[in-house]
T-cell receptor
Framework: ETGVTQSPTHLIKTRGQQVTLRCSSQ?????VSWYQQALGQGPQFIFQ???????GRGNFPPRFSGLQFPNYSSELNVNALELDDSALYLC?????????????FGNGTRLTVT | AQSVTQPDIHITVSEGASLELRCNYS??????LFWYVQSPGQGLQLLLK??????LVQGIKGFEAEFKRSQSSFNLRKPSVHWSDAAEYFC?????????????FGDGTTLTVKP
């Protein structure tokens, strides 16, 4: 059973640029949730995708957008990067969008914006 | 709105000593509570969860947690800490009307284990 994989592991971007982060969900999982984890803080919910549809969004501006593909892998796109976007971005997949469906996290993508 | 407070930013314990990490939540309805562990450079791993029933829940790696509704707390405990337990620990809360993926996390407690 393949776990949740994220790519790339690290990247450095310049303020104003755009970035795409990728997440392959665990086999059989139809739900992917994305989080931003700033240094010294807990993960903050960005949004969730369930069966290719957005299924809820946290307090993030529209320049944070996403996609989920038919194989349930997912992308997080961030436009017009700001210095405060520097963080660890985590994705987590789950079998279903239910409270009793455990989250399986990837190891994250470390984004640095200069 | 739901929120989670982990009052201790950093805790240091000696190997073999007992451990308690505090978590306080704020949520109007029945909370669904989780503890996760994050090792450096890794994602989060679920240690245990509380949904209902017995207020003392057992998890992996010898951890347990007790839900106390009157105190709005869900503290994590381990009787004897191992050096490999050094990591960051996060408490999280969700509701039945949302799902685990929309959990609100605390800011974490970093555990250092002294030899």
């Amino acid at each position: 059973e393949t776990g949740v994989t994220q790519s790339p592991t690290h990247l450095i971007k310049t303020r104003g640029q755009q970035v795409t982060l990728r997440c392959s969900s665990q086999s059989g999982h139809n739900t992917v949730s994305w989080y931003q984890q700033a240094l010294g803080q807990g993960p903050q919910f960005i949004f969730q995708y369930y069966r290719e549809e957005e299924n809820g969004r946290g307090n993030f501006p529209p320049r944070f957008s996403g996609l989920q593909f038919p194989n349930y892998s997912s992308e997080l796109n961030v436009n017009a990067l700001e210095l405060d976007d520097s963080a660890l971005y985590l994705c987590a997949s789950s079998l279903e969008a239910r409270v009793d469906s455990p989250l399986h996290f990837g190891n994250g993508t470390r984004l640095t914006v200069t | 709105a739901q929120s989670v407070t982990q009052p201790d930013i950093h805790i240091t314990v000696s190997e073999g000593a007992s451990l308690e990490l505090r978590c306080n939540y704020s949520y109007g309805a029945t909370p669904y509570l989780f503890w996760y562990v994050q090792s450096p450079g890794q994602g989060l791993q679920l240690l245990l969860k509380y949904f209902s029933g017995d207020t003392l829940v057992q998890g992996i790696k010898g951890f347990e947690a007790e839900f106390k509704r009157s105190q709005s707390s869900f503290n994590l405990r381990k009787p004897s800490v191992h050096w490999s337990d050094a990591a960051e620990y996060f408490c999280a809360v969700a509701s039945y009307n949302t799902n685990a993926g929309k959990s609100t996390f605390g800011d974490g407690t970093t555990l250092t284990v002294k030899p």
